[in-house]
């Protein structure tokens, strides 16, 4: 609970009128407004739900490969995933709260292939990475606000193969995103 300069006023109000022997009823409504001002104040008055955990995830990919035109990129070597809300087999992650979130992603194009990927939530590219050719990495980071139920990956240019190197033990392309701060 945090306490609030008007919570202080009203203790020491109270204090005053207890040890200089004030009225019964001047205390008694002071320690009504404390009351009031507790109860108001505690976190158990939310509105929205509040995570028990917060949400957050971290993958790489395991081995380089030959993207579709349209592939959203499964990071299957996972290393953190509270809540389990990221999927390895399908590469999404599905926002368990309402709320502000970070993603991150670094991607490496292989020796003289290009790589061309988007970050998208739902069905909308947000931004996309670029690395060239040749053992080039990417990176881009964004801070989102999402809906519960908003869906967020990593995907291939929109036409087109990417080519996209990585290796066990090296980890150069990885995805990774957690909740900032759930919303109403």
């Known amino acids: 609970m945090r306490f609030t300069p008007t919570l202080f006023l009203l203790v020491a109000v109270c204090h005053v009128i207890l040890v200089d022997g004030g009225c ?3 205390c008694s409504m002071v320690e009504n407004i404390l009351e009031k001002l507790f109860k108001s104040t505690g976190s158990d008055n939310c509105s929205h739900q509040k ?52 993603f991150s992603f670094t991607v490496m194009s292989s020796s003289g292939k290009n790589l061309w990927v988007f970050l ?13 050719t040749g053992y080039n990495e990417g990176t881009a980071n964004m801070v989102l606000n999402l809906e519960k139920g908003d869906k967020v990956y990593v995907r291939c240019g929109r036409s087109g ?7 066990k033990g090296y980890w150069y392309s990885m995805f990774s995103g957690y909740l900032i701060h759930a919303t109403k």
């Open 24 to 26: 019964t009823f001047k």
């Open 161 to 167: 193969n990417g080519y996209i190197n990585t290796g």
């Open 51 to 102: 995570p028990k955990e917060i949400p957050a995830f971290s993958a790489s990919m395991t081995n380089a490969k030959v993207l579709g035109a349209t592939e959203i990129l499964q990071f299957d070597k996972v290393w953190t995933n509270n809540g389990n809300d990221y999927d390895p087999n399908t590469g999404i992650f599905k926002a368990p709260f309402k709320g502000v979130y970070q």
């Open 120 to 132: 998208w939530q739902n069905q909308t590219p947000l931004v996309s990475v670029y690395p060239g």
